[in-house]
């Protein structure tokens, strides 16, 4: 039996089932109930709501479990000493690895069974939240024995037993505010997506404080992040008159905050702005999905091993040449950015000049050739990097329909650096 994202009916839906009402569908805004800013942990009084407020009352138990990693763990103990302050009973487990293997949230669930929380809260990056998100549904029900397995069609009755409160350590995947997540079955090497909107976390905890070690490079490839979930859902099919507004904003300040964050880490009005986008492009994309630059990114990050922000920003101009046949939403990203753009093509040109210019001072490569890839390596691996990328769920929410060959010539193209000019 394959995974629910390999089932022939789901694809064909896939680019109406995030669609809006006008094609027959409903559409839902779901988010959690969002904090944001360097007081949403306090250690002393506050004044107005706190984060606490949203925990407790949902939380009678005041058990709450709290999941991260080895890096996050000072973070994970603050949150933890927040939780205490309310008169929460907490463990913290550190034990998260990078890209959540499927038998690390078995581990993660058996350990959440037998402290038997009513509140789950991650802390970290996005394989924790991710991780955590996975651990819940088995501790949820554990009937479900297969993670891959859970179609977004399904219904999955979370919240018997505990809430999920996600706290972002870095301001990229988005994670605290999406039904997505991404475990690695290491068996066979392969990512399994998993999209449903009860997976949604009840509350998202935004604490800039906490991103503010990222170093340079990982504040630019997070920030990446963001800027192609954003410029994705800003064109995406399936966006409808909430998505779209907030996908253009999470775009202004990125390019506004990001060369700020990237230049000087301290600068904390900057973490703040860039954790905010982070969030608004995650309930944007979260709705609407995103595409094109995920499905190379995911495809080049599995078969070399590269950063998931750093591939998906690669792929952002690529991706947008390649869609303009089709839709010229790209407009709106022109308007909100001040680009001169007399026509659709003009504005193409123009928008793709700042993008470049954009990823240049990011210090990202604008050619694959150009990552130290060698020519007879990129051709080995390219049937593979073709598989990956077009086997990928995000390609089926694609505006302009893509075929294998024409990801084959994408990847060719992406290698060189030459533009798409097809
Ligand atoms: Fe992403």
């Not at 669609?19 to 969002?34: A, H, M, Q, V, W």
């Not at 595409?291 to 922000?309: D, K, P, R």
């Amino acid at each position: 039996m394959g995974y629910w994202f390999e089932d022939p009916t789901l694809k064909a839906l896939a680019p109406l089932a995030l669609s809006s009402s006008i094609r027959g569908l409903t559409t839902i805004f779901n988010t959690p109930k969002i904090y944001a800013g360097f007081n949403v942990l306090p250690e002393g009084p506050v004044i107005g709501p706190t984060t606490m407020d949203a925990l407790a009352s949902q939380c009678p138990q005041k058990r709450a479990f709290i999941v991260s990693d080895e890096f996050n763990e000072p973070n994970a103990k603050k949150a933890g000493s927040f939780l205490e302050s309310g008169g929460f009973a907490t463990r913290v487990w550190a034990r998260v690895l990078p890209e959540a293997p499927i038998e690390n949230v078995r581990a993660c669930a058996e350990e959440i069974k037998q402290f038997e929380p009513d509140l789950i809260m991650a802390v970290g990056g996005g394989s924790v939240m991710d991780l955590a998100k996975g651990a819940w549904i088995l501790y949820e029900r554990p009937d479900l024995t297969d993670l891959g397995m859970i179609s977004p069609l399904d219904k999955l009755n979370l919240r018997q037993k505990a809430i999920l409160a996600a706290v972002p350590t870095t301001a990229g995947t988005g994670s605290e505010s999406t039904g997505a997540a991404v475990f690695h079955d290491t068996a066979i090497q392969r990512k399994i997506p998993v999209a449903h909107d009860e997976l949604v976390p009840d509350v998202a905890i935004l604490s800039p404080e906490f991103t503010i070690s990222m170093p340079p490079a990982l504040t630019a490839g997070t920030g990446l992040d963001i800027l192609a979930h954003a410029m994705d859902a800003a064109i995406a099919p399936s966006g409808n008159d909430y998505t779209e507004p907030l996908a253009l904003r999470a775009i202004e300040i990125v390019f506004e905050w990001l060369p700020r964050a990237y230049a000087n880490g301290n600068d904390r009005e900057a973490r703040f702005k860039m954790i905010m986008a982070a969030n608004i492009a995650g309930i944007a994309f979260g709705m609407s999905g995103c595409h094109l630059t995920h499905s190379f990114g995911h495809s080049l990050g599995a078969v070399y091993e590269m950063h998931h922000g750093l591939c998906v920003g690669f792929f952002i101009p690529h991706s947008f040449q390649f869609c303009a046949r089709v839709t010229n939403k790209h407009l709106s990203i022109c308007k909100s950015l001040d680009i001169p753009a007399p026509n659709a093509r003009e504005g193409l040109e123009n928008l793709l000049v700042k993008l470049r210019a954009f990823l240049t001072s990011l210090d990202v490569p604008l050619a694959l050739k150009d990552f130290g890839i060698g020519k007879e390596d990129f051709e080995a691996k390219l049937p593979k990097l073709v598989e990956y990328a077009y086997g990928d769920i995000s390609c089926y929410l694609s505006p302009r329909p893509i075929t294998a060959p024409q990801c084959e010539k994408v990847m060719r193209y992406a290698y060189d650096g030459r533009d798409i000019d097809f």
